[in-house]
């Protein structure tokens, strides 16, 4: 499937979240030159739609997508709430093996959450519209062969010892006013 092809289809779709989220994962799996979740592993042990998991709140939920130390995804119907989807993706984490990626997406929109330790957190956004560039096709691919390559280089602390240098320095001019 070229981009072109892809975008149309899923701009022309008027399909709800559970008619159309696994053909959409799939079509974007062909896309990217990716093997579907059945063709790479067929038991489901490490990638599949639909993993059965538990929320942090102790409640039973199910990830749209997951791919063990990749990603986890959840998907939502055309313009809803991603900033919904992603609170759910958090509370299944976890009991995922907390994947170092976080995708939501309406099929109209994408959003790959970074999650890893000790990492500041970053969000890659774009549009069906955009993945006509490489970059964004790039992100979606090393969501699935190397997820490495998505890892924010800044940590937490050098975030922090970045703030404090700041705060220092503003300290210092407030008092040479």
């Not at 975008?7 to 799939?26: D, P, T």
């Not at 579907?36 to 993993?51: K, L, N, V």
């Not at 989807?85 to 907390?98: D, F, I, R, V």
Request: hydrophobic share 35%; net charge negative.
């Amino acid at each position: 499937m070229k981009p072109p092809d892809f975008i149309q289809k899923w701009q022309a779709s008027e399909l709800n979240e559970s008619a159309a989220a696994q053909e959409h994962f799939l079509d974007l799996c062909h896309l990217l030159g990716e093997a579907t979740p059945a063709e790479a592993d067929p038991q489901g042990a490490w990638f599949r739609f639909e993993r059965l998991t538990q929320k942090t709140t102790g409640k039973r939920g199910f990830a749209d997508v997951w791919r063990k130390d990749c990603f986890g995804w959840e998907y939502k119907g055309k313009h809803l709430d991603l900033d919904e989807a992603y609170a759910q993706l958090q509370q299944y984490a976890p009991k995922l093996g907390n994947p170092p990626l976080l995708i939501v997406s309406d099929m109209a929109e994408f959003r790959i959450h970074t999650n890893w330790t000790n990492t500041v957190s970053h969000s890659y956004n774009f549009s069906l519209e955009e993945l006509i560039e490489p970059e964004k096709r790039e992100w979606l691919k090393f969501a699935f062969t190397d997820p490495e390559r998505l890892k924010p280089s800044q940590t937490r602390q050098q975030l922090t010892e970045q703030v404090a240098e700041n705060f220092a320095e503003l300290s210092i001019r407030l008092r040479k006013s």
